[in-house]
């Protein structure tokens, strides 16, 4: 197959062929970057049509997701078990990894279509990916533990509430904490040393900006950060000066994964001209 050529959507179960859907979602990614095109290439189109929350396999996941979602905590509230708040994280690490994983299929035939290229070595890699994102992800698992491990040690005392000890509750925040961490590693490990899937100039770009966006797209740190960490979910008394230390660690977290996405999306608002399809 000649992949430089305009995508032609048919029967998506001929294997290297885009999808109408997938075809239309890279018509306007391309389209709100000032590229207007009818039909894009075979590459794009399976890279980028491929990484729409809308492909092939992803509505069922959401479907199992938003009632496990809802189910669980009408689930922990009437029986009253610990961390009702810590599922909700491990639900959205799980959906963002099964979305990453549908992507990577679509990524590894692009890759086989066009003989990728070696990674880009790791500066370059991270530069793309952006410092304002590896910080604000860094202080949401580092900092995140530093404070569950100083909500376990200060040993806050329980308004009666529950049936079991706030440092129960504080220990199942901390494993969800660490599920979050988990999947964030294993998209950003990936988007670091994933290799080149271009075949000239223009896809390089393109390539380039998906490795600048996947970790906003796959891994957002920020939720981790809102829903997992125990000081700001649990219902009983915690020192002052911890939760005002837990709050300025929430607003470092947002403020600065915030300047990151913004800035990728500066950086990357206008694509140069080039072949991108016809």
Known sequence: MIVHEPALPVDPRLPGEPTVLEVGRTQLWLGRRGVRVRLPTR???????GRAIGWRGIAGYAIVIAVLWFSAGALFKAVDLPGQTAVYPVLFAVF????????QRREQLAERLTGAD???????????VGWWYLVSTAVTFVGGAVLCAAALLTEPRS???HWYSPSVAIGVHTCALAVGAGATALVLGRVLRAPVIAEDETSRLV???????DPYRFASSVVYAVLALPIFVVDWEVPGPLEWIGLAYLVVVTTTQLIGWLLAR?????????FYGR
């Open 43 to 49: 590459l794009l189109a399976l890279r980028i049509g």
């Open 96 to 103: 963002q990894v099964l979305r990453w994983r549908v992507a």
């Open 118 to 128: 070696a990674p880009p070595p790791l500066r370059s890699a991270v530069r793309q």
């Open 159 to 161: 308004t009666g509430n």
């Open 207 to 213: 390539d380039e900006v998906l490795r600048a966006e």
């Open 266 to 274: 500066r950086r990357y608002r206008r694509l140069p001209p080039g």
